[in-house]
Structures are given as C-alpha cells and as structure tokens.
C-alpha cells in the first residue's frame, strides 16, 4: 500500500515535472519567437530606414547635380552675355572712333555745309550711317546706346537720303546726348535739324533750333553769326510763304531786315575773320528787299526795293565773290533795265554745270538746274537748248521728295514742291516759244 501511494506519488511528480518543463520550453519558444520578431522588425526598420537615407543621399546627389548643371549654364550665359556685350562696346567703340576720324576737322571749323559738299566726307558718312543703322538694333539689345556722334553721323545719313523727318530725329538724339566736351558736335546737330526743318516747311521750328544752336557758341564767333542770320533768315522764309500782299507783311519783312542790319554791323569789329559771314548776311538782306519788290512788282515803290536789293548783291559781291550774289545782281538789274547782261549769266551758266558735275543731292540739283534754266532764259539761248534745259530741271525735280521745299531763285524763299514744278512751267510758256 505504502508503496503504491509513493508510486503514485513519484508518477505525479515526474508527470509535474515534465509538464513545468514543457511549459519552459514553451516559454522559451515564445521568448525566441518574440525576439526573433523583434529582430526582423529591428532589420525591417533598418532596411527602411537604410533605403530612405539612400534615396536621401540619391536626392540630394540628384538636386546637387542639377544645382551644378544650372550653375554651370549660369555661368555659361553669363560669359556668353559678357562676351555680347563686350563685343557690341568694341563694335560701338570703332564706330565712335571712325565717326570721330572722318567728322573731327569738320567739326572744328566753321562751314557747317563741308559735311555734305565735300565729295569724300559725303560718301564716308553714306557708308558709316548703313553701318550704324545695321548695329543699333545689336547695340541697343545689349543696354548700351549709341554714342552722339554715331547719332549724327545717322542723321546725315538720312539727310542725303532725303527721309528728312528721320534724320531731323537722329538729329535731335545726337544733341541731346552730346555732352558739354561735345559742344561742337551740338552745334552741328542743331543746325543740320533746323536745315531739314526748313525742308519738310516748318521755318517756325527752324528759326527756334538756330537760335538754340546760337547759345551754344561764343558771341562774336563765326559760328554765332552764320546760326542768327539764319534763324532770321527762316522767320523771313515763314513770313514769306504766309504773305497775302498786305502791307503788315512787308513791314514784318523790313524788320527783319533790321536785325540783319543791326548784326551786319555787329561783324565789323571782326571784319578780318568774318568775310563768308559778311557776305552771307547782305547777300540775305539782298534776298529780303529782291522779295519785297517782287511782291510789289505792280504797286508804285517797288523799284526803290529793287534798288536796294541790286545793292546789297553787290556788297555781298565786294566781301567775297560767288554764284549766289552774282545771280541775284544779274536778276535785279535785269528787273530795273531792258537789258541783259548776257555775259554776266554766261558766266554763271558756266559755274552752275561745273557745279553739277561735283554735287548728288536732289534738291541742290534742282536749284542747280532752275538757276541754269533762268540763265539762258535771260540769255536767249536757242529754242532747243532752252527746252532741254528746261527738261532737265524737270528731271531735277522729280528726284526730289515731293514732300519737301525746294529753295526758288524766283522767289527767293523755299517753296512747295508743286509750286517749284509750277514756276518752271511758267518759265517754259514765257521764253521758249518766244525763241522759237
């Protein structure tokens, strides 16, 4: 019996035994399963966490890299903009200095009309104005601007082409951008825009540039002269293109007349160094009283203005020979007196063609050929020299902008296109048939 109950009590004890350590083993089992997963958590993190940081360090290569490819097309424009830039100063920089080579003794003398009446500066400043206008756009594109003198040099190319109202605004540019060390420059830039503003018939707007121009020069200079007779000169040029044959405008007329005289008599405390000047101011003066007369060719008084007109032609003659004044005598004796003086306009006939063969532009040409047309007219010349001649002054004219005036040896003022045409017709109806 005692030893059935230690029997079973051993088998409980075994059998406790052996189930705590099943139950240790499958707490070990667990503690191993638990770890284990703790482990491949760990590592799935890991495996996260190393793939993030690489696709951070493969972001960050990638932003570096497109950072560098910027910086270096960046840097690549930027020397590309240098370079454009630097090579449109350079292009800007000869254009300057040709402009300056060709222009500078010009510029420093007082014939403002050199610039286009010599052969040589005429067809330099044709060939550096195409230049210019081909480069600006170039120049301007790189926030540079041309340079005054590139401007000028525009505006007289413009001028020979006859786009007058272009070349009055190159003009205008070129003054405004001249500095004080390019007075000169000025002073020719504003002359020329008042020449072209008498062109296109604006004389009001021309005699206000002269007079502007005439600040910038020294009183008693060349210069200050030649700029104030010709301001008068363009308000004499508005009066008369205005005038209805009243009395108020040969008045307006007289006074001008009288500011001529007043700086007539300014020149003689320079009489040695001012003879062009002198001329060109009696020889105006003769053209003011030559156009009083005219205008009252049918009143009583008229011959006195005649007169005077024939006088001051020979004044202008005695400071300085020239076509001009010589013409105009011819013209006023020929008004006075029945008689021509045949050789007096042979000569200037002979002038004129030599002239002709030396100048290209259209409305020089047209004066030209009017002066000529009027010679053999008073001449006499044959029936068909005259009307080729006459032919020729129409070819002139049709050269010419029919927008522009042209200077009239009849008149004495600018006038209209159609009422140039109008006056060599009328000079056709009066001579030719009576050669024929």
Aim: hydrophobic share 40%.
């Amino acid at each position: 019996m005692a030893i059935f109950v230690t029997l079973i009590a051993g088998g409980g004890f075994v059998g406790l035994a052996t189930s705590m350590r099943a139950e240790r083993r499958s707490e070990k089992r667990s503690i191993a399963s638990h770890e284990l997963g703790i482990r491949g958590e760990t590592s799935a993190q890991q495996r996260a966490e190393d793939s993030y940081q690489a696709f951070q360090e493969s972001s960050q290569r990638t932003v570096s890299l497109v950072n560098d490819t910027l910086d270096l097309a960046r840097q690549a424009t930027e020397r590309a903009a240098t370079t454009m830039r630097q090579k449109a100063e350079a292009d800007l920089d000869e254009l300057n200095d040709r402009a300056m080579l060709l222009l500078e003794p010009v510029l420093l003398g007082d014939d403002f009309k050199e610039v286009v009446e010599d052969p040589i500066i005429r067809s330099g400043i044709l060939e550096l104005a195409n230049e210019v206008t081909s480069l600006q756009g170039y120049i301007q594109s790189q926030d540079l601007e041309l340079t005054a003198l590139c401007f000028f040099v525009k505006g007289m190319g413009r001028h020979l082409e006859q786009a007058s109202r272009a070349a009055i605004k190159s003009l205008r540019e070129s003054a405004g951008h001249a500095t004080e060390a390019e007075r000169d420059l000025r002073v020719f830039a504003q002359f020329w825009a008042g020449y072209e503003l008498n062109n296109i018939g604006s004389p009001g707007d021309a005699a206000r540039t002269f007079r502007r121009a005439v600040q910038d020069t020294h009183s008693g200079s060349p210069r200050y002269f030649e700029l104030s007779r010709i301001a008068v000169e363009s308000d004499f040029f508005m009066l008369a293109s205005q005038a209805d044959g009243s009395a108020g405008y040969a008045a307006k007329v007289l006074a001008l007349d009288d500011e001529l005289r007043l700086l007539q008599d300014a020149t003689m405390d320079h009489a040695t160094t001012l003879t062009g000047v002198r001329w060109a101011i009696a020889n105006t003066r003769g053209n003011l009283a030559y156009w009083l007369a005219q205008s009252m060719r049918d009143e009583e008084g008229w011959e006195p203005h005649m007169t005077t007109a024939l006088d001051r032609f020979n004044e202008a003659e005695a400071f300085m020979s020239s076509l001009w004044s010589r013409f105009g005598a011819l013209e006023a004796a020929s008004a006075l007196t029945p008689d021509h003086d045949r050789g007096g306009y042979k000569a200037v006939d002979d002038e004129l063609a030599k002239r002709m063969m030396n100048r290209r532009e259209p409305r020089s040409m047209a004066l030209f050929s009017e002066t000529r047309f009027i010679a053999l007219c008073r001449i006499g010349a044959p029936a068909a020299e005259l009307s080729a001649a006459h032919r020729d002054a129409l070819d002139k004219l049709q050269a010419v902008d029919d927008g522009l005036t042209l200077y009239s040896q009849i008149r004495k003022h600018n006038v209209r296109w159609a009422a140039f045409a109008a006056e060599l017709e009328e000079l056709h109806q009066l001579f030719v048939p009576r050669a024929t």
